[in-house]
Structure formats: structure tokens, C-alpha cells
């Protein structure tokens, strides 16, 4: 259902370039952050924070560079318009719609959910669900080891170069240690699968199963609903 | 002619070239997730960027999105595989959050994997020199850029912007993506760490054909 909120908010925002649609969906993303997510007082400082660093010059650059005819003032030779000051708003606001709603998602729903999802009720190719699986199951692992070549690379080359090239040379180095561990734990891992029968099937029992709440679906429709009006008159 | 019926016959008749292996799947979830990470955080700095210089600025990092699929293929070398690294490429970010939504995400994903997908079937998979990566490369990054000139708004700038964003997005992709990807493959393939791929025992392998 979260889903089905986040790419019908995705949608809409893309297809309105009006400020009261835009403006709604912000609005509408805000409430049911504030409403759903329990989130700490310090933590929505932070993303609120967060979230003006990276809107608040947006708006302005594109303010400047936005064409427009009605001017209203000038700063430093370049025109300031009332079109691009409405055109850079709505832009903001969808930018805006869109992280936040993002951050919304990935901080509220749990990766085996987004899993079961795929495989139980969007029926997509088993591999391409277990792949999804895998890589998220393993991302943890990644880093941790990337980690550790970075540490171990560090304490070879004590004094860090100011050559380009060998800076670039160093990344690279860095890139394929990285890779050539993978590469590795690709041959690990395909082995343990092989040996525990993992092409023996094409289907796959599925134990974990979602509950979907009334609220939940009535949140979805209401959302879809709302996606096709912004669509049409939006 | 008479080479090219061949190696189409030999992509209708030889199953086991165009089926994914199980390690082909575990290396595309791999390299998606490798990259997941990278571009979830490159996704917030992009827009970063694009606050302070606007398309301009944030064009110059588009070849670190395109990279895993192009290596993903470069390894491997069967059909599907660039459609399907970038499509768990976008699943691994959506779960992750990206600064520009799941549709960016997947539009991106899907744009960069049908371009792939048709020049490597004209190339018959068999084509991994230096120029077809860096013309894979740079002819990733138009079609993209379209959608995302309606998408993100960039099509309200001036003409002259538009095309220095498009100008900078094919250097970024030449630079970023194609480069690297070739340097990177071609250092794994002295390795020897992929052996199980089509890539170790191909004609431009060290490995030679018994690797």
C-alpha cells in the first residue's frame, strides 16, 4: 500500500506544473509524515534541515535561471521574472514532494516487506525477487569489506599523494580490490545456493504473508483517486 | 552476410548463451547492490548540485549511475543482462531512497537498459572493445535525457543550457561510465576472479579459451 502511495505521488507530481497541485501534495506527504512516522522532535529537525539545504538554493538558482517577461526586480545585471519565480517554486515543491515522500518510504517499510511484495503479490520472476533479496541481503557485507581495503590501503600508503594520476591510479587500485573480493564471495555463494537445490524449482513456498488494514487500502484508493484527478485537471 | 545468419542462428539455437546462469544472477544482484549504496548518497549530492549550478552542474555525475550495468554486461556478454542489473539497480535504490523518487529511478533504469540492450544486440554481444564501451557509453545518455527534460523540468531552459547539459551528461558518461567500466573489467579479467562468465573466456581474454 506504501508503494502504491509513493508512485501515485511520483506520478502526480510529474504531471502538474500548477502551484495549488503541487502545493497540495507537499502537503499532503507533510501530514501523513506527521501523522505515521512517530518521528523524535530532533529527528524532524534534521530533516527538515536536511531538506532546506538542498531546496532552499535550488529555488534561488533556478529563480535566476528560469526565462521569464514580467520582471519584477534585478540583482547583480540579472532579471528576476514573476514566471520563473512561480515556474522555480513548482519545481521546488515537486523536488521537494519527491525526496520527502522517498525518505518517507525508505525509512518506514522494512526490506523483506518490499520482498514478499514482489514475489506473493506482484508475482514478478522468482530469480529477479531473490536477486532483489540477495543484493540487499549482502549490502551490509559489501561495505563492511569495502571498508576494510580502504583501511588496509590506508595504512600502506601512509602519505596520501598530491599527484592527480596517482590519486586516480590509487582509486582504481582501490575499485578492483573491491570488486575482486566480490567477485569471490560470487563464487561462495553460488556454490552454497547450487548445493542447497536453489535451481531445483521454479516455484518457491512463500510462509510470510502482508495484512493489509482497511485504513491501509483506503489510504492507497484515496491516493490513486487523487493521482487520476491531479492527472486530469492537474 | 553469410556470418551474420550464423551468429543469428547461433542466438536462436544456443540456449545455454542466452540463458542467465545462477552465477550471472548472484553477480548482476551484487553489482546492483554495490551500486545501490553509491547513488542512493550520489542521488542527494546530485541534488546538491543541482541547487548550486543548476542541469549543469548536476550532469557531470551521470556516468557513476550508468557504470553497474554496463560492467554487468562487459562480464557477463548474454542479452537481458544490462535490462536486468538496472532493474534491480532501481529496486535496491527505491528501497534505499533516492533524492528523485522511485519513477526517476525506474525511468532512468529502463532507458539506460534499452539502449544498452539494442547496441550490444547490433554488436551480437560479441563487440567489447574500447570504442563500442565508450559509444555504448555516450549513447546511453540521450534518450534519458529526454524523458528527464520533461520529467525534471529541463526543457524550460534556454536552448544554450540544454545542449551544454546534454554536451556534459556525454562527456560525463564517456568519462564515468565507459572508462571505467573498460579499465575495471579488463583488470578483473587478469584476475581471473570471474572465470565462471562468458567474459574470462572470451577472444580478448588473457585467460585464453580453456580459463
Known sequence: MKGIWLFSTSISVMCSLELVWQSSWLLSVLIIAITGTGWSFVRWIKVVIFLFIFSGPLF????????GT????????????????QLSLVLTMRALTLSFSSILFASTTASRDVITVLVHYLRI??????????????????VDEARRIRAAQQRRQLTPSANVYIWIDRRYNY???????????????????????????TTRTVWRKLDFSCRAITMATLTVVAMIVTIIFG | MKRRKNEIFFL??????CKLTLADWVLMALLAAANGVPTSILSWFNKLLHSLGGPLLTSTTVGLYMIYGLLAMYIIRKPGVALF?????????????????????????MCYAVVAELFFFLFRYRQFHWVAILYVSIAMVPLWFIVVSFLLGYRYYNVTIFMLTLIIRCISGL?????????????????????????????????????
Open chain 1, 175 to 201: 575499485l578492483i580490490a573491491v570488486a575482486n573480493s566480490m567477485a569471490n564471495r560470487i563464487r561462495y555463494i553460488v556454490m552454497a545456493m547450487e548445493g542447497k537445490q536453489f535451481d531445483g524449482a
Open chain 1, 60 to 67: 534561488i538558482v533556478q529563480w535566476f535561471l528560469l526565462p
Open chain 2, 85 to 109: 542489473t538496472y532493474a534491480l539497480g532501481a529496486c535496491i535504490e527505491i528501497v534505499m531512497g533516492t533524492a528523485y523518487g522511485p519513477l526517476i529511478a525506474l525511468a532512468a533504469a
Open chain 2, 175 to 211: 568519462l564515468l561510465c565507459g572508462v571505467p567500466t573498460k579499465i575495471i573489467g579488463d583488470r578483473l579479467m587478469v584476475t581471473r576472479a570471474l572465470r565462471p562468465f562468458v567474459f574470462a573466456r572470451s577472444d580478448d581474454s588473457p585467460n585464453g579459451e580453456d580459463a
Open chain 1, 70 to 85: 514580467d520582471t519584477i526586480g534585478s540583482i547583480l545585471g540579472t532579471e528576476l521574472t514573476r514566471e520563473a519565480f
Open chain 2, 12 to 17: 536462436k539455437k544456443n540456449r545455454s548463451f
Open chain 1, 125 to 142: 520472476p522468482q530469480r529477479f525477487a531473490y536477486a532483489v533479496a540477495l543484493a540487499l541481503r549482502f549490502m551490509p557485507l559489501l
